[in-house]
């Protein structure tokens, strides 16, 4: 593994189903991300971990949860996906220096 | 509300330059970043400015104006390879990430 890795890299879904994407890092650093990217949008973040165990709520949370039990993982769970969570969703860390993100190679979720 | 500009779309001509504005209205400001996204691949970050003026990296050169909320990327020697989406990001008081569309940029031969 270098860097960050998503799984599924891509997903069609019913809609009422859940769904867990999964995130990966090897670069040891204390803060994730998930953003959703839609055409004509800018990303949009839907939560956030500062450090293992802790995590928080950014723009767009609702229907969407999160867990960082330990430094590297950091997965995604759509309770019951709506169509309106057709997406590409991305995963992203940071050293928590100048701030600098580092981005997974995104899940590109439908659901129907 | 917070909220960044950028044009929606932009075309250029293989080895000439180009200029890709921002501008932004955000609660505070920790600095401002520059992405490159290619076409069905992640963001990748170009630069970062937190102090007013210029900041040149090899063909790509980002500029900012904190008092006018304003920045812009240049991009020199244009090459097919920069045919990508170039997305403005502010980083606001609470150290929260707030982007902007993206600028899709077209290079023609």
């Known amino acids: 593994i270098a860097g960050i890795t998503q799984a599924p890299t891509s997903q069609i879904l019913a809609a009422g189903r859940r769904m867990t994407l999964r995130c990966t890092q090897d670069m040891r650093h204390n803060a994730m991300y998930w953003y959703r990217q839609d055409l004509g949008l800018g990303l949009r973040l839907i939560h956030y971990s500062n450090t293992a165990g802790t995590t928080g709520k950014g723009e767009v949370p609702d229907g969407y949860s999160v867990s960082r039990a330990n430094t590297d993982d950091f997965p995604l769970t759509l309770a019951s996906a709506v169509p309106s969570q057709t997406s590409v969703y991305f995963c992203a860390s940071s050293d928590g220096g100048t701030g600098e993100l580092f981005f997974g190679e995104g899940s590109r979720l439908t659901v129907l | ?109």
Request: hydrophobic fraction near 35%; aromatic fraction near 12%; glycine fraction near 10%.
């Open chain 2, 1 to 109: 509300g917070q909220n960044i500009d950028q044009p929606t779309e932009m075309t250029a001509t293989e080895g000439a330059i180009v200029q890709i504005n921002c501008t932004y209205q955000t609660s505070g400001f920790n600095g401002l970043f520059w992405y490159q996204q290619h076409a069905g691949e992640a963001p990748t970050f170009l630069s970062y400015n937190v102090l007013d003026g210029l900041e040149e990296k090899g063909r790509f050169s980002s500029f900012l104006s904190r008092s006018k909320g304003y920045s812009y990327l240049l991009l020199k020697e244009l090459q097919m390879k920069d045919s990508a989406s170039y997305l403005c990001a502010v980083m606001d008081s609470n150290y929260q990430l707030i982007w902007g569309a993206g600028t899709k940029l077209i290079i023609k031969p």
